[in-house]
């Protein structure tokens, strides 16, 4: 009973005092809305390509602005998805025409990447690339139509450099 009204005393001496219980709420509140954040992200359900149309549809759970961009050397492009976690998707597959290889992966926490790889000699040409939702009036699924080409003037005048195998292999110190 002492302890209960010496408690009552000191709290109604010190009525603006901080109790220890408020010091760790607002770590409770930020790490439940850490938390309730990540349940926003949305999922890419399907990443499937269509050889014969040469169209990447992409498919998420929720609407999100696919980004896009195109590296000169090796020449891939990356198709970025912000506020996507990766869901159950084929993270590989190999092609026999122009685009060769296209790699899905988990890029960082909220950014899920697809990677088109081309072979050596295509281009896409980044001005000619569409990457649009299927229908106008639904942001979901999003179809990307790279436009390529092969000839080697529409790369400019870039220097590059064959070196043959043996040569290459020392460079990258791969055991003979």
């Known amino acids: 009973m002492k302890i209960k009204l010496r408690n009552q005393k000191i709290f109604s001496l010190y009525p603006f005092k901080v109790s220890l219980f408020s010091l760790l709420y607002p770590g409770i509140t930020l790490n439940n809305g ?28 929720s609407a999100t602005t696919p980004e896009y961009f195109y590296l000169d050397q090796p020449p891939p492009l990356v198709v970025d998805l912000p506020n996507t976690k990766l869901g159950n998707v084929d993270t590989q597959k190999n092609y026999p025409g122009t685009i060769q290889r ?14 088109i790889d081309l072979k050596p000699e295509g281009f896409i040409d980044g001005n000619q690339v ?37 040569t290459l292999k020392t460079l990258l110190n791969y055991p003979t």
Do not use: D, H
């Open 130 to 166: 569409k990457l649009q939702p299927l229908c106008p009036k639904n942001p979901n699924p999003w179809v990307l139509r790279p436009i390529f080409s092969y000839n080697s003037t529409s790369l400019g005048n870039q220097p590059f450099m064959i070196l043959p195998p043996s």
């Open 102 to 115: 296209i790699r899905v992966s988990q890029y960082s926490p909220n950014i899920t990447r697809i990677v």
């Open 34 to 61: 850490n938390s309730i954040a990540a349940a926003t992200f949305g999922r890419l359900n399907k990443c499937y390509f269509n050889a014969k149309s040469q169209q990447l549809e992409i498919s998420l759970s």
